[in-house]
């Protein structure tokens, strides 16, 4: 009985055993899944899998409205990958014989695990613990570089006006490249706030993902307010410090020369 054990264990780790027809309905996801060399086994996205350039031929079976599960079960997946078991049309993909599997980070260690888990189910464990290996070494040069505290103002959004409270990842970052978010104390992740709140918080520096604007007005829109040359505005792509998946150590070292060095875009 050992001896069929062992064959029944070594047939479960056999990558003729790992899902090979996959829907990466999550951005970051989708980043993680190319980047262990999983690339091939994706037959369809979501409508924001944008990355690598590879991602964007995928057939395009879900949004932010939720999964179209008629053209999703054309492409005869296996396996789903989302971020949240509350999309509609899961249920249906799943009843359909689909597996769910739920991806969604809220920090590094999150992170990493998450990439060996989606490895170990393509097959691709290799190629994951050499890319996990690499971006702790990143994450670690990072750390042991001195801190700066340098107080931040995360613009997530600037009308409404909406920042990076204390949970959730954004915070961490900042908290990693050496600085300070100053609305950290709000026990929300993405809090309303007002031009009159952030004054009395006084930043040092406003960090401005470049979704949807531009640098250039939410300069003269904040130097209205707070005065020319009184505080430093950071641009950054929106896409290495919201997507939880392999480019976030980008976004961190991205951050981490800004707020030490004063580089802005």
Not at 27 to 42: D, F, R, S, T, V
Not at 181 to 193: G, L, Q
Request: neutral net charge; proline residues 6%; charged residues 20%.
């Amino acid at each position: 009985m050992r001896w069929l054990l062992c064959a029944l264990i070594l047939l479960s780790a056999s990558p003729a055993m790992a899902a090979g027809r996959i829907l990466a309905l999550t951005p970051h996801a989708c980043e993680m899944l190319y980047a262990i060399g999983a690339g091939p086994q994706i037959v369809g996205g979501s409508s924001y899998c944008d990355y690598p350039a590879a991602a964007l031929s995928l057939p395009r079976v879900s949004s932010f409205d939720g999964i179209n599960v008629e053209a999703a079960l054309r492409l005869h997946p296996d396996l789903a990958v989302v971020m949240s078991r509350n999309m509609s049309g899961l249920e249906m993909l799943e009843r359909m014989g689909v597996r769910i599997v739920v991806s969604n980070p809220d920090g590094f260690e999150d992170m990493f695990a998450d990439i060996m888990k989606l490895a170990a189910i393509t097959g691709h464990t290799p190629q994951a613990g050499k890319l996990v290996g690499s971006l702790r070494e990143r994450l670690a040069k990072v750390r042991a570089k001195e801190r700066s505290g340098t107080a931040v103002f995360y613009e997530i959004w600037p009308d409404p006006m909406l920042t990076a409270g204390g949970p959730g990842f954004i915070t961490d970052l900042i908290r990693e490249a050496g600085g300070r978010n100053v609305f950290c104390a709000i026990d929300v992740e993405t809090p309303h706030v007002n031009v009159e709140s952030v004054l009395r918080a006084g930043p040092e520096v406003i960090v401005v993902p470049l979704e949807g604007r531009s640098i250039e007005e939410r300069r003269a829109f904040w130097e209205r307010w707070l005065g020319k040359g009184r505080v430093r505005l950071v641009a950054i792509d929106p896409d290495l410090m919201h997507r939880p998946g392999p480019r976030l150590l980008d976004g961190l070292e991205a951050l981490q020369q800004a707020l030490s060095t004063g580089d802005t875009k």
